[in-house]
């Protein structure tokens, strides 16, 4: 069975930083793109950041305060988020099976979700 498991959520004051992890598990993704994904209460879920073997791509609105990665030999990405913000509290979503060379932008890329992850972002 092919399962995403977000970690690192939590509550933090503005400014501090947090780090998501997505481990995958039942079939590597190498070959395709990650993504990380939010949702905020009343909002549409937006795309943040997405990651493969050979580049990377992070939405105009978290760029330069967020980073991703990933680790292949951990089959694992992650989400850097530094200087947060309250507007940055959502449910954040990892994604995976998008083609990086076609588009990374948009959940129907995406076939296989995590369950989510609360960030809280106090001021």
């Known amino acids: 069975q092919v399962q995403l498991v977000e970690s690192g959520g939590g509550l933090v004051q503005t400014g501090g930083s947090l780090r998501l992890s997505c481990a995958a598990s039942?079939?590597?993704?190498?070959?395709?793109?990650m993504g990380w994904f939010r949702q905020a209460p009343g909002k549409d879920r937006e795309f943040v950041a997405a990651?493969?073997?050979?580049?990377?791509t992070i939405s105009n609105s978290v760029k330069g305060r967020f980073t991703t990665s990933r680790d292949s030999d951990k089959n694992t990405v992650y989400l850097q988020m530094n200087s947060l913000k309250p507007e940055d509290t959502a449910v954040y979503y990892c994604?995976?099976?998008?083609?990086?060379?076609?588009?990374?932008?948009?959940?129907?890329?995406?076939?296989?979700w995590g369950q989510g992850t609360q960030v809280t972002v106090s001021s």
């Open positions: 994604a995976a099976g998008a083609d990086y060379y076609g588009s990374v932008y948009r959940e129907k890329d995406y076939n296989i």
């Open positions: 990651t493969w073997w050979s580049g990377g």
């Open positions: 039942g079939r590597t993704f190498s070959d395709y793109a």
